[in-house]
């Protein structure tokens, strides 16, 4: 898998939530299903990202 899946088995827990990243054993089977049910369930949202720009340095885009 790429370099973008970098919190494979995080967890998270609070009192209300428990989120559990995937282990590495079922990447494969996350990035096959996200990439044929993303497009038959979702219809594009345009996004706008504003007042980045002083963050940008800490990123070293700039």
Not at 12 to 26: A, D, F, M, V, Y
Not at 33 to 43: E, K, M, Q, W
């Amino acid at each position: 898998m790429p370099d973008h899946w970098p919190l494979f088995k995080l967890r998270l827990s609070t009192p209300r939530l428990q989120l559990r990243l995937p282990t590495l054993r079922g990447r494969r089977t996350i990035g096959r299903r996200l990439r044929l049910d993303h497009g038959a369930f979702t219809s594009p949202i345009p996004v706008g990202i504003h007042g980045l720009e002083p963050c940008l340095p800490h990123f070293g885009l700039r």
